[in-house]
């Protein structure tokens, strides 16, 4: 789809939304992030916010009072909570309370409760992540893990069974959005995007999300959007369904682990200790969601699977997408002043990528063998190159067929 078509898509989706009901604009959630983006807001700020919101005090108080945080005495004011919680943790549970209670769908509540569970403990591990990797950005991290599947309880209502069908086979992450990109008008990813457009959230928030089934460029960009869509698409990856058998040890040999560790600058011991930390703060948190997230089964079971998956970032597959030079090499050209990649996949896809000036992805388009570079940059919505640009990108396409 061509940027315009993808716009319109959203568009199209916006009223889709709001005719399900969906909240257009969480309140306290928006006032909680305008006090965010002002640099000099103190905690006293916050506490101040969250006094008058009788639906977030008490929980915040709840939280404060967990054996979390092991406190000798009770926590009875809001001030006090606030200074036990710390800013990074308290912007991260307040604005993520609100913006998944706006975003409830309650046509079905029991996926969208089991939804919720599981995006909680994304959203502790993408903080928990962000701590060591992106220490200044552990809020939106939350946020981030919280909301990157808040558009699957919703899909049933806008896509109908044709989505109810693939979600009954129980694919990964990875793989459900694949079958949904394939066969459907439009995927979750789509549905929350255009829902966080509509209350007008940052593109930091976004951005990262929007990238979260996208395989992060293996240059190592250093802007806050590329660490978040790194700890997204890490995150995003992990399959926290229940399954059977034994959990096989994770060594230095396991798929992925070596591409974990590029991805995010994790040793093994820093990954289990992110899990540890995730599910003790998923344990604390999960109270304040209550109402709005099943509880997870957090047995040692679980966080073997999640240890695993976790240093498996990538799986075998990826992993070999991402090392085969002699297939998979991609190949960049300059097309009209815009950057185009072209690439097989490790799947033997063909793929099209759309950069920004910046080096971020911004488009992706599948092509057969045999497709001219005239509809390349039609489907990238961009205007075809001179001869010698286009001779350059059809060579490109030709060496994909070899």
Request: with cysteine; charged share 25%; glycine share 6%.
């Amino acid at each position: 789809m061509s940027a315009a078509e993808v716009q319109d898509l959203h568009g199209q989706l916006q009223v889709k939304l709001e005719n399900v009901g969906l909240s257009s604009q969480p309140e306290v959630a928006l006032k909680m992030l305008e006090l965010s983006n002002r640099p000099n807001a103190q905690l006293a700020d916050y506490a101040k916010l969250i006094a008058h919101d009788q639906a977030t005090a008490g929980r915040v108080l709840r939280l404060a009072n967990s054996a979390f945080f092991a406190q000798r005495k009770p926590v009875t004011a809001i001030d006090r909570a606030c200074v036990v919680l710390g800013v990074d943790r308290l912007k991260a549970v307040a604005l993520g309370f609100h913006l998944s209670r706006a975003a409830q769908c309650p046509d079905d509540k029991e996926l969208s409760r089991r939804i919720w569970g599981q995006s909680l403990l994304r959203a502790c591990m993408g903080s928990q992540i962000a701590r060591l990797s992106a220490p200044n950005m552990v809020s939106e991290a939350f946020i981030i893990g919280l909301m990157m599947d808040a558009g699957l309880p919703l899909m049933g209502k806008l896509a109908g069974d044709g989505f109810r069908n693939l979600l009954r086979e129980s694919p990964s992450p990875g793989r459900l959005h694949r079958l949904e990109f394939d066969t459907l008008e439009f995927t979750h990813v789509d549905v929350i995007i255009a829902m966080m457009t509509r209350w007008k959230l940052p593109e930091l928030l976004i951005k990262p999300i929007e990238r979260h089934h996208v395989k992060p460029a293996e240059s190592k960009l250093d802007d806050p959007i590329s660490r978040l869509h790194r700890i997204a698409y890490v995150v995003g990856l992990i399959e926290l369904e229940g399954k059977g058998g034994v959990v096989e040890e994770v060594t230095e040999q396991t798929p992925g682990v070596a591409t974990a560790q590029r991805l995010l600058n994790l040793t093994d011991s820093e990954v289990s200790h992110v899990v540890t930390k995730s599910f003790s703060e998923y344990e604390a948190t999960s109270e304040m969601f209550k109402d709005i997230a099943a509880y997870l089964n957090t047995g040692e079971d679980l966080m073997d699977q999640v240890q695993m998956g976790l240093s498996r970032a990538v799986d075998a597959v990826i992993e070999l997408g991402m090392n085969c030079e002699s297939v998979c090499k991609p190949m960049r050209l300059v097309i009209s002043g815009n950057i185009v990649e072209v690439v097989r996949e490790s799947n033997g896809d063909t793929m099209a990528y759309l950069y920004d000036k910046g080096g971020q992805r911004m488009l992706s388009h599948r092509f057969q063998i045999g497709a001219t570079p005239e509809d390349l940059c039609d489907a990238l919505g961009i205007e075809p190159g001179p001869k010698p640009d286009m001779m350059k990108l059809n060579e490109a396409i030709t060496r994909l067929a070899a």
